[in-house]
């Protein structure tokens, strides 16, 4: 993978630097949220799953008194890649929680005072 950085670095021209500075961050949250059940979700969830798979076999093979710090890293890096998945799930639950009439129903009620309804 390393043998591709300068190509990943030309990827980032001018022209895609300016769309991500451009795209507020609502807009960020609403293409993510969106992401989820479409079939790029599935191969970043495939893609997930096996690289945290491979990082899990190497906990087999350290030594933890030996490599404490390899294992710290690589916790590290599940915590990583596992971000993005975390973040569109968390946009999706929110934004399902805001439609939900039960929700909207509890909110209404603390704006009241709270469920006892003292103003």
Request: avoid cysteine.
């Amino acid at each position: 993978m390393n043998k591709n950085i300068e190509e990943i670095k030309k990827y980032f021209t001018e022209e895609i630097r300016t769309q991500v500075r451009e795209m507020t961050n609502n807009e960020m949250k609403a293409s993510l949220r969106d992401l989820e059940g479409t079939p790029a979700w599935f191969a970043i969830l495939k893609y997930n799953q096996e690289r945290v798979g491979t990082i899990q076999n190497a906990f087999l093979t350290f030594d933890p008194v030996k490599q404490p710090t390899e294992i710290a890293r690589y916790q590290g890096v599940i915590t990583g890649m596992l971000d993005l998945q975390d973040a569109v799930l968390s946009l999706k639950y929110e934004s399902k929680k805001v439609e939900d009439p039960k929700n909207k129903e509890e909110e209404n009620q603390d704006e009241k005072g709270g469920a006892y309804g003292a103003y």
